[in-house]
């Protein structure tokens, strides 16, 4: 199992620019997630997904949007890009349940300049 | 779910025990607490979590105090990969909404 893929690992946007953070787990996984990590800071949380076509927002969901058309993918949409969303990017998956692990992918890093 | 009190760095020498602290006064009947760590800058990893009872497994030990308004992380023989930063995360197993991380303890190991 390849656990939870992030494409880009980097990526530099201009102001007002757009653009879509792909994650992709393999592991059958009800539960998805977004998360945010800015420099020395913890994760916080931007968008879940408790399974296809469930959406929901977290503590952070200004600025972007999210989908869940099938249970493997959860791409995080940034539509109008600010300095502001200058960060790690970190998406999770878990099967949900008592343990309800969280595996996370390697993180994508986004600058806007 | 409730919130939770680290302190922001601790050392420890390498084949010592590491015990990390975490306060979680407010704590309800039904949350679990969840222990990850972070490495460098990798993705954060899962480590254990329990209910009320102590658990142990291949990576570390959690000990919960029986009023649960306190846990304890330990490694039992740190090695300098444990250096990373420890977030203890306390909520209802399956509110998912409810996952953001707090800022963590970084620990340090030193040869």
């Known amino acids: 199992n390849a656990g939870v893929t992030q494409t880009p690992k980097f990526r530099i946007l201009k102001i007002g620019q757009s653009m879509t953070l792909q994650c992709t787990q393999d592991m059958n996984h009800n539960y998805m997630y977004w998360y945010r990590q800015d420099p020395g800071m913890g994760l916080k949380l931007i968008y879940y997904?408790?399974?296809?076509?469930?959406?929901d927002k977290g503590e952070v969901p200004n600025g972007y949007n999210v989908s869940r058309s099938t249970t493997e993918d959860f791409p995080l949409r940034l539509e109008l890009a600010a300095p502001s969303q200058t960060s790690v990017y970190f998406c999770a998956s878990s099967y949900g349940g008592v343990y309800n692990e969280q595996f996370f992918g390697p993180g994508t890093r986004l600058t806007v300049l | 779910d409730a919130k939770t009190t680290q302190p922001p760095s601790m050392d420890c020498a390498e084949g010592r025990a590491a015990n990390l602290p975490c306060n979680h006064s407010t704590i309800s009947g039904n949350e679990y607490v969840y222990w990850y760590r972070q490495i460098h800058s990798q993705g954060p990893q899962y480590i254990i979590h329990?209910?009320?009872n102590n658990e142990t497994n291949e990576m570390a030990s959690l000990i919960i105090t029986e009023d649960r308004k306190s846990s304890t992380l330990i490694l039992p023989h740190a090695t300098l990969r444990d250096t990373a930063v420890y977030y203890c995360i306390v909520r209802v197993f399956t509110n998912a909404g409810k996952s953001t991380f707090g800022d963590g303890t970084t620990l340090t190991v030193k040869p």
């Open positions: 329990g209910l009320k």
């Open positions: 997904s408790v399974g296809a076509g469930i959406t």
